[in-house]
């Protein structure tokens, strides 16, 4: 009795559902042969899956990668790229162990092994590269072992072969039904994924008054569209309705599949530049996303984002290890790596144990170069930190927010009393009105790492000056908050004084010029050399205004303090400071403003610009800036140009580096006699017109040295735009989307010109390549 109840339960627990475990997830297939588990120890439900899943992906090909040579006999060999296309349908190679497997006879490896199969190609790997007709004998006769796998995967991806099918024969009428039904999901997913609108709701009940905008867009559609309405939602099989979270997830990552494919066609196995930025998402979920920075076919810079990865640390080994995985799963290589661009983080740009580090480990060649960005913010923090009164000013200027801006309804006062002002000086004439014009103004809170915010704030404040001082005595005169009364008085009083008014006015023509200077930066095609050339630009330009900029100040100061009324203090009196009025300063008010204020300030800046932006003064730079197109190629310099090379020893031969000499001759003479390159001004346009004129196919080695060139970053601004874009798809109320949901999401949103080129057939075909669907196309 005991025995037969025994195997009772044995009988029950052998056919009760499988759970799939952590270690099962199927999101996470590792993408290096090398790393990948046995197919037998995964349940004997999901087997099939996961082979879909390898087949889909295609064999792991990194054709960008410096493939190792090693002594092999007398003679040093490596893995040829060509037999990527030779045997493209199965051949595939471990960058972690320097090996070719075999995807095929991987995925049915047990089945084979019944029948006596080798596995030098699937557990072993083979790295015999002098004895290439092995790969050949691999393949075998019609009956080989190899091609039994090779057959087998063919019908596994063909559902028209399953068992299933064959249970269930659809007539055409069923198939059309199931095609319409499945283009209104993938026509709903893809106006959801360009708009970066959420898919699901809390409740998607029959009951529910607002099931979620993927069901509503689908039933918005039903009721335009008399055909697609007798075929979705309550008239579709309620076993096959394509609406489940399941069916849209896979069909966004298709969209997203589509669209980093595109990117990496784009890259080409050439050169890129690698920029990352990690943030915490709205559940405190630290988020890494990566961007490729290359030259594309038609000569022009693009920054792409090609996903975000989720990272439980933000140790640069941690980092490391994503990228690695992220680069197998593209087939892309760190050898590629030519620029790296971060922020200033220790664990990013560290030079023993930062990401930086340890990707030049792996790539003497990918040269770091800090966000010159966020480096043009620093230098405005670090004057704000450095110097006592601007210190104090940027602080009053917080504490004045903290006040006109603690409730709505000081805040509607603002509005209000702004949008008077626009009607009176649009009934004088003294307005224009026009599109665009006459908006809403409130005042932005400055940050230390919102770049440009300072300025912003300060122009604003200056275009909202007597209102906020009205609102000042509104919460003096009329509120019973006692402590905001008293800072409403602390700063009416300071806000009326000579003071506030000079260092509001050096700090917008201060930050005016770094503005300009920080706007150029963050262009995605903005080159290196052109980066740098505006950083001295703008240091010149503070300089000028440090000789010549005092009486233009002055003028300034004036008319502001004439306009509102704020007493103008003599220069040549004896200047009195904050503290004891009885004690003497013996200095005049013209040397405190103009030596111990001014200059100062000036000279902070110019010394905060020296010392941040340090990669000016690299010999790398300096050899690239004789690459520079401006002024008819001026700067041109062979020797300098040839030594550049050295700094590239992976992307020239000897023989290259022998015909580039004499190639940097014939080109400089071409291009100063062909007008069309007279008035170009940086490397990007250089690159293009070389492209439109085809003498990239007459000087390869010239314009390989200046896709080089181009491939370094200049900021991480699209990484900071992609964190922007993760706040619309990851929401408060939508903060349990999964990380490849939300990857795949993101991709389509910010990359929208390459989405709105995947097609609905693209995306249906793909779709129904990932798993045994119901109906077979």
Known sequence: MTLFLLGKSMEKFLKRPFIPTPEDNLDDLPWDPAKRKKITTYHSNQRDEVRRKYLARGPCKPYGHNFPKKMIGKSLRRFSPAWFDQYGNWLEYSVSTDRAYCLCCYLFRDDIHKQGGNDTFVTEGFSSWNKSERLASHVGGMNSFHNIAVKMCDSLMKQNHSIAQAFY????????????????????????????????????????????????????????????????????????????????????????????????????????????????????????????????????????????????????????LAIDDLFAKYGLSLKNIRGQGYDGASNMKGEFNGLRSLILRKNSSSYYVHCFAHQLQLVVVAVAKKHFEVGDFFDMISTLLNVVGASCKRQ???????????????????????????????????????????????????????????????????????????????????????????????????????????????????????????????????QKLGDDGWDSLMVRVSSFCKKHDIEIIMMEDEFVGSGSRRKKSNITNLHHYKISCFNVILDLQLQEFNDRFTEVNTQLLICMAFLSPTNSFKLFDKEKLMKLVEFYPDDFSFFERSSLEQQLDIYIDNIREDGRFHNLESLGDLSRLMVETRKHLVHPLVYRLLKLALTLPVATATVERCFSAMKFAKTASRNRIGDQFLSDCLVCFIEKDLFASVTNETVVKKFQSMAERRVCL
Not at 412 to 440: F, L, P
Not at 483 to 510: E, H, N, S
Request: one cysteine or more; a negative charge.
């Open 169 to 320: 024969k659809h007539d055409d009428v069923v198939k059309n039904e199931y095609r319409l039904r499945l283009n209104a999901s993938v026509d709903a997913s893809r106006y959801l994924l360009r708009q970066g609108i959420p898919f699901r709701a809390h409740d998607e009940s029959e009951d529910s008054g607002n099931k979620g905008n993927f069901l509503e867009l689908i039933r918005y559609t039903a009721d335009q569209n008399e055909a697609v309405r007798k075929v979705v939602l309550e008239n579709a099989p309620k076993n096959n309705q394509m609406t489940s979270p399941p069916i849209q997830r896979d069909i966004v990552h298709c969209f997203a599949e589509e669209v980093v494919k595109s990117i990496i066609e784009e890259v080409d196995h050439g050169i890129f530049g690698l920029l990352v930025d990690e943030s915490a998402d709205i559940s405190h979920k630290e988020q890494m996303a990566v961007v490729l920075r290359f030259v594309d076919k038609n000569g022009t810079i693009k920054e792409r984002f090609i996903g975000v990865v989720h990272v439980k640390e933000t140790s640069s080994l941690t980092f490391k």
């Open 412 to 542: 509607d006062v603002v509005k209000e009393k702004y949008r008077e002002e626009v009607k009176k000086g649009i009934s004088s004439g003294e307005i224009s009105t026009g599109k665009g014009k006459n908006q809403e103004r409130s005042l932005p809170r400055p940050s230390n790492t919102r770049w440009g915010s300072h300025h912003k704030t300060l122009v604003r404040l200056v275009e909202l000056f007597s209102i906020v001082i009205e609102v000042l005595e509104y919460i003096q005169n009329e509120g019973y908050d006692d402590p905001k009364k008293r800072q409403a008085y602390g700063l009416l009083k300071y806000l009326c004084t000579f003071d506030f008014v000079f260092y509001m006015q050096l700090m917008l023509l201060i930050l005016g010029l770094t503005e300009n200077l920080s706007m150029a930066l963050q262009e995605k095609d903005q080159d290196i050399l052109n980066a740098v050339s505006l950083v001295g630009s703008t240091k010149r330009e503070l």
